[in-house]
């Protein structure tokens, strides 16, 4: 499904929305961990830094990636200053949740009014940010998900059938088991409202890897949180490698479970 933007007020596919002053200045951090993402992180950082937002700060998170992103990284950070850009050097790689689990965290504490997560590897339009912060200050969403699977979302081309299903399975069987009604559960492009995160309390979060977005959603709407999504279209990535593997799918699979036998106790 997707429909080619016309009539009054349409803009370019692409193009980000102009936010009100007040509204583009808001404190957003941006949370992006990395692995190996040397070939990625600065076109990223240069989208995310070209956006009409005025009060967006990156925080990136790798865990030592052996291919110098973390370097690479801090150059940025002497590039765009660290007003605008940090990094948070974990010793080892222990897996995509807890990097942002850490990272949230930090930005919480950093004085973020809002926490976007974020992959590096393109899959997440950065042209999208400033129409799901506009959607969470005018509904008063604490959590507004970019998401692949309402009305106008996209999957990449390069998706064949295998995989769209599979995508969909799993979106399926996390809901399904826990019982809600947000389309993307599964999706990692999500904006977060400070009090939300705090309510949440990160630190407890049990997810090591993916399952880690399944859990936050959860507990964001066991404690009453209201959800919004937004579409968005969903691109491969074209460089480097996916760090999806056997202990993170299982985790993924086992997960749901945990949390629906957790919250009936
Ligand atoms: N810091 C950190 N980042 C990770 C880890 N695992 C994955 N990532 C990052 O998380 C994002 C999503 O991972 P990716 O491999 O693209 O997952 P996929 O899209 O599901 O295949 C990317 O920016 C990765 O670099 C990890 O253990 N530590
Ligand atoms: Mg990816």
Redesign the pocket.
């Known amino acids: 499904m997707s429909s080619k933007p016309s009539g009054p007020g349409a803009r370019p596919a692409g193009e980000p929305v102009a936010l009100p002053a007040d509204w583009a200045a808001t404190p957003l951090t941006v949370v ?6 040397a070939g ?1 992180l600065p076109g990223m950082a240069e989208a995310l830094m070209a956006l009409p937002l005025p009060g967006l700060r990156l925080l990136v ?3 030592s ?1 052996p291919d110098g ?1 973390g370097e690479i990284a801090e150059e940025h950070v002497r590039r765009f200053g660290p007003e605008r850009m940090g990094v948070l050097h ?1 010793a080892g ?4 949740g ?2 942002y689990a850490a990272g949230m965290q930090q930005a919480v504490a950093d004085g973020a009014h809002y926490v976007l997560q974020m ?3 393109g ?1 997440h339009p950065a042209a999208k940010v400033p129409e799901m912060l506009g959607v969470a200050l005018a509904t008063g969403a604490a959590v507004t998900l970019g998401s692949r699977y309402v009305q106008g979302g996209t999957l990449s081309e390069a998706w064949g059938v295998h995989r769209r299903l599979l995508s969909r399975w799993a979106n399926a069987y996390a809901g399904t088991i826990l019982g809600t009604r947000v389309r993307d559960i599964t999706g ?1 492009f999500n904006l977060w409202r400070e009090d939300a995160l705090r309510a949440i309390d990160l630190a407890s979060v049990d997810s090591a ?2 399952s880690f977005q399944v859990e936050m959603k959860y507990r964001a709407l066991r404690r009453g949180f209201g959800v919004m999504e937004v579409p968005i279209h969903f691109e491969d ?1 074209t460089v ?5 593997n056997l202990m993170v799918q299982l985790e993924s699979v086992t997960m749901p479970w945990k949390l629906r036998a957790r919250s009936r106790r």
């Open positions: 992006m961990p990395t692995y190996n993402e990625n998170v790798d865990d990636s992103t974990r790689k222990e897996g995509l807890r990097a992959d590096a590897d899959s990692g890897g993916y990535r480097g490698e996916s760090k999806m």
